[in-house]
Antibody, heavy 118, light 107 residues
Framework: QVQLVQSGAEVKKPGASVKIPCRAS????????LHWVRQAPGQRLEWVGW????????RYSQKFQDRVTFTRDTSATTVYMELSSLRSEDTAIYYC???????????WGQGTLVTVSS | DIQMTQSPPSLSASVGDRVTITCRAT??????LAWYQQKPGKAPRLLLF???RLDDGVPSRFSGSGSGTDYTLTISSLQPEDFALYFC?????????FGQGTRLEIK
């Protein structure tokens, strides 16, 4: 079965970076893009961007494009989201999600809580 | 960016009730709308896509409708396991955007 497994919670200081893995299994990794979405406390879900499983192409939300980098390791069927220059407003649960061919997200990771605090 | 306005923000209902949640987009999203259910501490679960298509394994008491800018999720007869957070998602245009969610609570 399709699974997206993320790492555990992270606590970071303002100005630091965080790199979150999302390990995919149960499907052909290169056939799908993986997206990143975050949910800050009390806020709606917010799309961060996506990375192609096929060729590593990326697209970032304009809001994050100066601070976020997606990478992938096809041998490990894992994608990574790195967010830099962290600030308190980045405190959120970060989800990876697989994009179905038609565009919706058919599978989600369990989420990684990132807390930014001095 | 397309803004998604979801209502109501919360809803109290009883087992067996019929409930409807709505999402309105700021422009035509051509049925590129999905609905998800989320329970505390869990990943979101896809319920419907293309506005009205049920994902595999989703009970038939869930249904969706709409077109253009206005969409609805209906649960025909609430079951105890249905009390959760629901949110809509437009995937017509990047950046993808989401409704603010509807918390469905037991009355």
């Amino acid at each position: 079965q399709v699974q997206l497994v993320q790492s555990g919670a992270e606590v970071k200081k303002p100005g630091a970076s965080v790199k979150i893995p999302c390990r995919a299994s149960g499907y052909s990794f290169t056939n799908y893009a993986l997206h990143w979405v975050r949910q800050a406390p009390g806020q709606r879900l917010e799309w961060v961007g996506w990375v192609s499983g096929a060729n590593g192409n990326t697209r970032y939300s304009q809001k994050f494009q100066d601070r976020v980098t997606f990478t992938r390791d096809t041998s490990a069927t894992t994608v990574y989201m790195e967010l830099s220059s962290l600030r308190s407003e980045d405190t959120a649960i970060y989800y990876c999600a697989r994009r179905a061919l038609a565009g919706y997200f058919d599978y989600w990771g369990q989420g990684t809580l990132v807390t930014v605090s001095s | 960016d397309i803004q998604m306005t979801q209502s109501p923000p919360s809803l109290s209902a009883s087992v067996g009730d019929r409930v409807t949640i709505t999402c309105r987009a700021t422009q035509d999203i051509r049925n590129s709308l999905a609905w998800y259910q989320q329970k505390p501490g869990k990943a979101p679960r896809l319920l419907l896509f293309a506005a009205s298509r049920l994902d595999d394994g989703v009970p038939s008491r869930f249904s969706g409708s709409g077109s253009g800018t206005d969409y609805t999720l209906t649960i025909s007869s609430l079951q105890p396991e249905d009390f959760a957070l629901y949110f809509c998602h437009q995937y017509s245009v990047v950046p993808y955007t989401f409704g603010q969610g509807t918390r469905l609570e037991i009355k």
